[in-house]
């Protein structure tokens, strides 16, 4: 009977450390996950600063984990700025130093994570204003689509046909009568 008993006690010991060995990996699983997501940008629906606005669809903002990053507006597209400024090229770039200059803000990932040149494509956020949104409705951008990431489009869509429609920004009579200057929207 002490035999069965010890038996026994070994079996219930095996299968504590069993159940402990498996509470560890799990808890490192875990962890590992979670700093997957911690190290990820714009994690834990967190906001960030922005910091610099580099023209009317990239700025950079500073994120607690990796300091200061680019980040490209997804769906849309601005005048270039840069060379021979493009027609209301200098305007996008106000409106969105007006819109997102040194608040915080939140970022709303897509499906890709960054583009060629290393920039964080994002959906941008300013309390409740959609800037991204804000920029095409305004007539400062256009809604460009850059597929895989398309979980907006549709909305950015719309907007254009409503600025055009009402020929805000570029879609106005000033982009028109100067056509060396019109944009020439570009792949990301």
Not at 146 to 153: C, E, F, G, M, V
Not at 155 to 164: C, G, I
Request: aromatic share 8%; glycine share 10%.
């Amino acid at each position: 009977m002490v035999a069965a008993s010890a038996a026994g006690a070994r079996s219930s010991v095996r299968r504590a450390c069993l159940f402990f060995l498996f509470f560890v990996l799990l808890s490192f699983g875990a962890l590992a996950l979670g700093g997957c997501a911690r190290g990820a940008p714009d994690a834990a629906a967190g906001t960030v600063t922005v910091v610099r606005v580099i023209d009317g669809d990239t700025i950079e903002v500073l994120d607690p984990q990796r300091g200061r990053v680019r980040v490209r507006y997804i769906g849309v597209d601005t005048p270039e700025i840069s060379g021979p400024a493009e027609c209301f090229g200098p305007e996008a770039h106000a409106r969105n130093r007006a819109l997102v200059e040194g608040k915080q803000v939140r970022l709303e990932r897509d499906t890709s994570d960054t583009d060629r040149y290393g920039r964080w494509l994002r959906y941008v956020f300013v309390g409740e204003t959609f800037v991204n949104g804000a920029l095409v409705q305004g007539g400062y951008a256009a809604a460009v689509c850059y597929p895989p990431d398309l979980k907006r489009q549709e909305t950015l869509e719309a907007l254009e046909r409503e600025a055009r429609a009402e020929q805000r920004g570029l879609w106005g009579p000033a982009c028109a009568a100067a056509p060396h200057r019109r944009p020439r929207f570009r792949e990301r």
